[in-house]
T-cell receptor, first 115, second 107 residues
């Protein structure tokens, strides 16, 4: 069974440029998460989807970040314009139903470097 | 907001040693997860606990709900156990991760 797929694995851009990350969750998983992980820290939730609905986006900096999951399957996270402080690893995870005991399966992440 | 702390921050052990990593949190939770992250790799879920103790191979996880504390133990540690171990708690619809403990097991 394929795991959570993310692309690209690495991205280097100059500040003020736009960037987009793509995630394809495990087949059948209704819940999709986007996390940001800074070096030496644990992941921080950016947004959580139940199917195509964003049910928790309270930590998403909406002035520059946006996300979509149009058909309730794969998802795209966008930053426009990127700032130096956005350099981090962006992780995507999915789970079957988002319940409190559900196991999340993480993708390999996209490492973003903003110059 | 639930504050999740882990100790130690970094840990170096010799192969074969018994290892303990601790996690404490500030608000009552519905579940606690222990995760493993290898350098440059993805995150793998090791355990999900809501009470008591779980064992999988050389890994043992315990949780004390009253004390708001969990421990992850590794028996007979091996260099391949070298990774970052992250504690994550679920309360309500929120999911909060600890900062991680970086473990290095030397041969």
């Amino acid at each position: 069974e394929a795991g959570v797929v993310q692309s690209p694995r690495y991205k280097i851009i100059e500040k003020k440029q736009p960037v987009a990350f793509w995630c394809n969750p495990i087949s059948g998983h209704n819940t999709l998460y986007w996390y940001l992980q800074n070096l030496g820290q644990g992941p921080e939730l950016l947004i959580r989807y139940e199917n195509e609905e964003a049910v928790d986006d309270s930590q998403l900096p909406k002035d520059r970040f946006s996300a979509e999951r149009l058909k309730g399957v794969d998802s795209t996270l966008k930053i426009q314009p990127a700032e130096l402080g956005d350099s981090a690893v962006y992780l995507c995870a999915s789970s079957l139903a988002g319940g409190i005991t559900d196991t999340q399966y993480f993708g390999p992440g996209t490492r973003l470097t903003v110059l | 907001k639930n504050e999740v702390e882990q100790s130690p921050q970094n840990l170096t052990a010799q192969e074969g040693e018994f290892i303990t990593i601790n996690c404490s949190y500030s608000v009552g939770i519905s579940a606690l997860h222990w995760l493993q992250q290898h350098p440059g790799g993805g995150i793998v879920s090791l355990f999900m606990l809501s009470s008591g103790k779980k064992k999988h191979g050389r890994l043992i996880a315990t949780i004390n709900i009253q004390e708001k504390h969990s421990s992850l133990h590794i028996t007979a540690s091996h260099p391949r156990d070298s990774a970052v171990y992250i504690c994550a708690v679920r309360y309500g619809q929120n999911f909060v991760f600890g900062p991680g403990t970086r473990l290095s097991v030397l041969p």
